[in-house]
């Protein structure tokens, strides 16, 4: 398989038969120097997505507690310019946002054209933790696959680039991350009894992201689901697919800024004309 699993839209996704340790046969010092190559050529093609100006990359990032959003998204901020780079995390919906509709804290933080907007969480958890723990009823949640598929698709008809990542780890990982929280006093400050409460939900939630991953994968909004047991392999699987994604767009971004350029230098010939 190549470095993670892209679901096909439609497709039913069974999270039990995709390898949270996989690894692709790397060893840890490839995949960072591959990783690395993979953030040069990032870094290289934000500069055009930020120059044209004609689409926004917008990605998101799910994954049960402790699978490494935060280490993932920090990863992605070392390659590209963070001038145009927004993150958001998506938190407990504040009474504002409760009183919305809700999509409507999301769309607020959506990508510029010319921006990446990155998601720590996001509306997908108005189909993930809300199911869970049944905040609202059964037919309300399930009419939301059709509704964020509707907003998803506006996105990408207005030029966002939209790529959704689901980090997959074993529980067993989980409670190794966990307790060594408990062990580093620089980690502490992150513990929560919600995340070992969580941890008895651990299937259902699985269940839920099934779902999600099989209702709402889409050709202009694809879910990939990266093992993530091993945070090395994990960095470059999500380099690797954000690359993929955006290579296809460099050579239409480049002819634009050739077209562009060649207006700017004959305004710029017109007006040293001018002043002779
Ligand atoms: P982190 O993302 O680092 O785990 P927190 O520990 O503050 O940050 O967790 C954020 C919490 O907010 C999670 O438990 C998540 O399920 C919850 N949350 C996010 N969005 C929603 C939502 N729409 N409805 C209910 N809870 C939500």
């Known amino acids: 398989m190549p470095y993670s699993v892209l679901v096909e839209p439609g497709a039913k996704v069974d999270l039990s038969s995709i390898d949270p340790n996989f690894d692709a046969g790397l060893e840890k010092d490839a995949a960072k120097k591959l990783t690395k190559a993979l953030g040069e050529e990032m870094a ?92 609202i009823p059964e037919v309300e949640w399930r009419s939301r696959y059709k509704r964020i598929n509707e907003f998803e698709k506006l ?71 990266i093992p993530a047991n091993k945070k090395w392999f994990r960095d470059l699987a999500v380099s690797e697919a954000i690359v993929s994604a955006l290579r296809p767009y460099k050579e239409s971004w480049m002819a634009h800024l050739a077209e562009v350029g060649v207006k700017a230098k004959a305004e710029l010939a017109e007006y040293r004309l001018g002043r002779k």
């Open 155 to 225: 996105l990408a008809d207005s030029g966002t680039i939209i790529l959704k990542f689901m980090l997959h780890i074993t529980p067993e990982e989980q409670e190794e991350r966990l307790l060594a929280r408990e062990k580093d006093p620089r980690k502490a400050w992150k513990l929560s009894v919600n995340d070992w409460k969580e941890r008895e939900n651990w299937q259902k939630y699985q269940t839920a992201f099934e779902d999600a991953l099989h209702h709402c994968s889409a050709e202009h909004a694809p879910w990939h689901v």
């Open 44 to 135: 290289e093609l934000q500069e055009l997505l930020f120059a044209t100006g004609q689409n926004g990359l917008l990605l998101v990032f799910q994954g049960p507690d402790t699978a490494g959003k935060d280490g993932a998204i920090n990863q992605i901020l070392e390659f590209v310019n963070v001038q145009s780079t927004k993150v958001y995390p998506f938190k407990v919906p504040t009474s504002i946002e409760l009183a919305h509709d809700f999509l409507w804290r999301v769309h607020q933080r959506t990508p510029a054209k010319g921006e990446i907007a990155i998601f720590n969480r996001s509306h997908y958890e108005d189909v993930l933790v809300v199911r869970v723990h049944e905040l």
